[in-house]
Nanobody
Framework: QVQLVESGGGLVQAGGSLRLFCAAS????????MGWFRQAPGKDREFVAG????????RYTDSVKGRFTISRDNAESTVSLQMNSLKPEDTAVYYC???????????????????WGQGTQVTVSS
């Protein structure tokens, strides 16, 4: 079955960096778009970044543009999120999710993603 497992979260000071990883299995990873979402306490889950199956199109929410970079390695079935210049407002549980196959459109709506990882906590202290 499809599995997504995130890793790389932790506690970091403001201005620091973290790299999140999502390892996928149980499906043809290379044919699906992938996304990263996050959910802070008391808030809705929000789109952070997405990447097409080919890896040549990416999309970011405005608050992370210029600080976060999403990438994928289809040979290793992994997607990563490099997070630089972290701010306390980036604190949340981060989830990776599987989007649609063979699409060049990156969806921001969580309802368009069918499989999710268990999440990894990112805490940024001020």
């Amino acid at each position: 079955q499809v599995q997504l497992v995130e890793s790389g979260g932790g506690l970091v000071q403001a201005g620091g960096s973290l790299r999140l990883f999502c390892a996928a299995s149980g499906h043809t990873f290379s044919t699906y778009s992938m996304g990263w979402f996050r959910q802070a306490p008391g808030k809705d889950r929000e789109f952070v970044a997405g990447i097409t199956w080919t890896g040549d199109i990416t999309r970011y929410t405005d608050s992370v543009k210029g600080r976060f970079t999403i990438s994928r390695d289809n040979a290793e079935s992994t997607v990563s999120l490099q997070m630089n210049s972290l701010k306390p407002e980036d604190t949340a549980v981060y989830y990776c999710a599987r989007g649609h196959p063979y699409t060049r459109v990156i969806e921001r709506d969580a309802a368009e993603y069918d499989y999710w990882g268990q999440g990894t906590q990112v805490t940024v202290s001020s």
